[in-house]
């Protein structure tokens, strides 16, 4: 008898930003906020696709990104990234987001976000923001 693994169907980036212990949160037309996102295209390098989501999101560009593990939720396998940002930064809606906002961690409630977004939450992402080492490296090592 041959036994078959779950393995994810879609792979995503997501990607936490940061401002002055605010992350930011972003929504489009008829959804909940989220944390910036998109689909990995084929063979493409999920570096490669968290810049483009920001860019193509946000209208920023940024140099700063940290891949800080991997995250399954459901059927989508999440590379989860970093970035901070400086005081001032404007950021400027992009494709499909019809409102951005930025909201201090300890305000993030799980029923003001999409089901993915808050099961990410769950996974107390808060200390990525807050660069807790421990925190990430049991978020790289928690895939299923």
């Given at each position: 008898m041959s036994v078959i693994k779950h393995r994810p169907t879609k792979a995503k980036v997501t990607i936490i930003c940061s401002r002055n212990g605010q992350v930011l949160l972003v929504r489009r037309k008829?959804?909940?906020?989220?944390?910036?996102?998109?689909l990995l295209a084929t063979g493409e390098a999920p570096i490669v696709a968290a810049a483009r989501e920001?860019?193509?999101?946000l209208a920023?560009?940024?140099?700063?990104?940290?891949?800080?593990?991997?995250?399954?939720?459901?059927?989508?396998?999440?590379?989860?990234?970093?970035t901070d940002f400086a005081d001032g930064c404007s950021v400027s809606l992009g494709t499909g987001i019809v409102a951005c906002k930025w909201i201090g961690w300890e305000d993030l409630s799980?029923?003001?976000?999409?089901?993915?977004a808050a099961?990410?939450?769950?996974r107390d992402l808060s200390a990525l923001?807050?660069?807790?080492?421990p925190a990430a490296s049991q978020l790289a090592s928690n895939t299923n």
């Open positions: 008829g959804a909940k906020w989220k944390f910036p996102s998109g920001v860019w193509k999101a920023l560009r940024c140099s700063g990104l940290n891949g800080v593990g991997t995250i399954e939720v459901g059927n989508v396998l999440h590379h989860i990234f970093t799980s029923t003001m976000l999409k089901p993915t099961a990410l939450l769950s923001i807050h660069g807790d080492q």
